[in-house]
Structure formats: C-alpha cells, structure tokens
C-alpha cells in the first residue's frame, strides 16, 4: 500500500458507454426528473388541505421521494451533459449517506402507511382514538431520525476505508456494495454493519407490511356487500401497488448475482426503484384517489383563472353614465 497513491475520486461509468446514447438518455431522464418534482411537489400542495392520517403520511412519501430523486438524477444529468464521471471520494459517501438514508426510512414510512390502512379497515372504531396526531407525528419522525442515524453509524465506517487500486464504479450512483469492494482496506466489518442494518431496516417493515394486508384481505373477503368490498380496497389498492412496485424492483436489483453477465439487468432495476418509481407513485395515488384529485384539480383551475385575473385588473371595464 505504501508504493499506491490514495483515490481521492471515483468514476462512474453510467448506464451506456455508447457516446450517440448520451443525448436520449439526457432528455429521458431530463423529463422523468421535471415530472418526478412536478408530482411529487403538487401532491405535497394537495395533502396541506387535506388533515388526515393518511395523507399526512402520503405527503411525507412525496417529499422524501422529492428529496431521493434529487440525490440521483442532477448528478446522472450533469454526467450524460457534459461527459464528466468523475465524483470525488467525500462527494460519493455524502451521496450514499442521504440516498442510504431515505431509502431506509422510506421502508418504515411505508409500513406505517400499511398499519393506518389496517387499522382504518380492520378496527374503524379504534381508528380515531389510535391514529392521533401525535401518533403519527412519532411514526414519521422516528422512521426519518432512526434511518439518518444508523446511515450515519454506515458511512462513518465507510469514511474510514482507504482507497488506493481501481476506481471505476460500473453503475449510474455510488451504491454502497460497488464502493466497498474498491477498498484496499479490510472490509470484514464494514460488510456485516451494511448486512445488519440492511437487515434491520428491510425484512422488519417488510414482513409487517406483508403481514398486515394478508389481515386486511382477509378482513375484505368477509365483508357481504360488494360495494362495501370495493370501497374497503380502494382505500389500500394505491398503497399495495406503490409497496409492491418499491419492495419488488428493490429486491431483484440487489437479489440478482452482481456479475458481468447480469450487470446490465441489475442498472436496469435499480433504474425502476431510484428514478421510475418516485415519477409514478404521484400518478398512483392521484388517479385512484378521489381527494387528491378534486384537491388538485381545484389548484388548477385556481391556476388557470390566475391570468385572467390579472388580465382583467389590468384592463378594468370602464362604465360610462348614460
């Protein structure tokens, strides 16, 4: 180690090393970023009206996935632009840290979303009196505080590594295996903390999330009138799809075996879980929820009439005596 200079940045290779794939990959992901905010951002407008439970959690999900993208995508954009794919060593754990850590608490997030649609389905009595303010004022905050530290306690150990051989990351973001394996340090320990807390903060909310709509399933089958049934799934089929869109394109990208052959596929997944899936949860929630879009559909027409307002101010009718 003493005859190789230390690594003070990292290249990442991207997505496509074809350079006539450069422009269309830019515009892609150009608008799938401007829609992802766009989304995300008018969600967050339309929960501030609506006080309840679960758009209270709705709203956290749209802002930590605002925040998610924007950890990914201007780094990628700033890549396929200019052909720089250079990231220096601080600026490649600073992007693990935040992107480790609202991943993490996305997972918690989601399984809270799952215990207030348990319980608003399976316990409607208990519902109000179990789904205070405070209550879910604890959830969020302690899926955001609990995910930042223990990222923290990850990146420290990561900060502590040395590197000094190769340093191509042959992906579009810093991911935490990729980066390890660089290391010219022994990596033993910080290879079971990553294990261990992913551990912690995937298979916990996960199976508590698979297990409450297993009882939320059951609890619809029984009710006799199918409109009844209807209303009751309706109320949690947004959420189950945006929890099997999250969980399963997450799965298979960190499942698949990470060689040459299956290389390509695992960018393709993690592409689904990183950049698709924050753009598409806005439309979920918004097309299968009637109060998000009465909500929505009012700022626009708000929106709308705003330049005929100021049209009109400008231009005031001028009544004349006759």
């Not at 405070?134 to 590594?161: D, H, K, P, Y």
């Not at 997450?250 to 592409?271: E, G, Q």
Request: with cysteine; aromatic share 14%; charged share 10%.
């Amino acid at each position: 180690m003493d005859n190789q200079s230390t690594v003070t940045e990292f290249r990442l290779l991207g997505l496509s090393s074809f350079p006539e794939m450069q422009p269309l990959l830019f515009m892609s992901f150009l608008i799938i970023y401007l829609l992802t905010l766009a989304g995300n951002l008018s969600i967050c407008l339309a929960i501030w009206h609506l006080h309840t439970p679960m758009y209270y959690f709705l709203g956290n999900l749209a802002f930590m996935e605002t925040c998610y993208t924007s950890i990914i995508l201007p780094r990628l954009l700033f890549s396929l632009l200019t052909g720089d794919r250079t990231i220096s060593v601080m600026g490649c754990i600073t992007q693990m840290y935040f992107f480790g850590s609202l991943a993490a608490a996305e997972c918690y997030l989601l399984a809270a979303m799952s215990y207030d649609r348990y319980l608003a389905i399976c316990k409607p009595l208990h519902y109000a009196t179990c789904m205070t303010c405070r209550f879910c004022l604890q959830l969020t905050a302690g899926s955001w505080i609990s995910a930042f530290l223990a990222i923290s306690i990850m990146v420290l150990f990561v900060s502590q590594l040395t590197f000094c051989g190769p340093n191509e990351i042959d992906h579009f973001f810093c991911e935490l295996i990729l980066v390890v394996k660089l290391s010219c340090s022994d990596t033993n320990v910080v290879e079971f903390v990553a294990f261990l807390f992913a551990s912690i903060f995937t298979l916990p909310p996960f199976l508590f999330t698979i297990i409450s709509y297993v009882i939320i399933i059951a609890t619809i089958l029984r009710i006799s009138s199918v409109t009844g049934k209807q209303k009751a799934f309706s109320t949690c089929s947004s959420h189950l799809v945006v929890v099997t869109i999250f969980y399963g394109t997450l799965m298979i990208a960190y499942v698949l075996p990470k060689n040459n052959t299956l290389r390509d596929l695992n960018k393709l997944f993690s592409v689904f879980y990183t950049i698709l899936t924050p753009m598409v949860n806005p439309l979920i929630y918004s097309l299968r929820n009637k109060d998000v879009k009465q909500t929505l559909k009012k700022y626009a027409s708000m929106f709308l009439a705003f330049p005929r307002i100021q049209t009109i101010r400008a231009n005031p009718l001028r009544i004349t005596p006759s």
